[in-house]
């Protein structure tokens, strides 16, 4: 083979790889999702302690969530505002575990449901470290089903007030986006 075509036959041997490593454009684009919920966690009612803790005693945890392994299971609403009488706009299903030998710190597995506006039926998985005492926590957003698959971000976690009746009432601030494409392929089969 003649110098020349062996330098040819290189170049594009090193275009083709170089090629297959380049993200395309629509891949690389994403939707953002910017969703603000409150979430209401009524110990006893919506929050129900399924395990009893023996580890640790955590002073500065509320009553009924104070001993490192504390699990509790949650069906909890979630509004449009921080009234537990405005809208609904669906439910955080999951559990948290009281899951810090030292440090007052819960892990959190949670799918928000969305029963109102355009993520109707699509649901957001919710993981992370919630360290209660802080004034905001950062969670993950994991993923996604329906218009939000593939969702991917983070939640900002605050506990804006405690009412009567260990009624934690918690903002959320979800920040997350969604593969173009996906959002359109789920667009176009709902
Ligand atoms: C949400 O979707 C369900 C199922 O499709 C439907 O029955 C319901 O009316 C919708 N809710 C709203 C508020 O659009």
Known sequence: MARSAKLLLLLAVIYILAAAFVVPASAARRRAVRLQLYMHDIAGVTAVQVVKGTGPLHPSMPPGNRHFGDTTVMDDLLTEGPSLESSPVGRAQGSYVLAGLVDPVVVVTATFKLTHGPYNGSTLVIAGRDEVLAEVRELA??????????????????????????????????????PATAAASALATN
């Open 141 to 178: 957003v994991v993923g996604g089903t329906g218009k939000l698959r593939r969702a991917s971000g983070h939640v900002l976690w605050r506990t804006l007030e405690v009412l009567e009746g260990a009624h934690y009432v918690l903002e959320l601030d979800v920040c997350a986006s969604l």
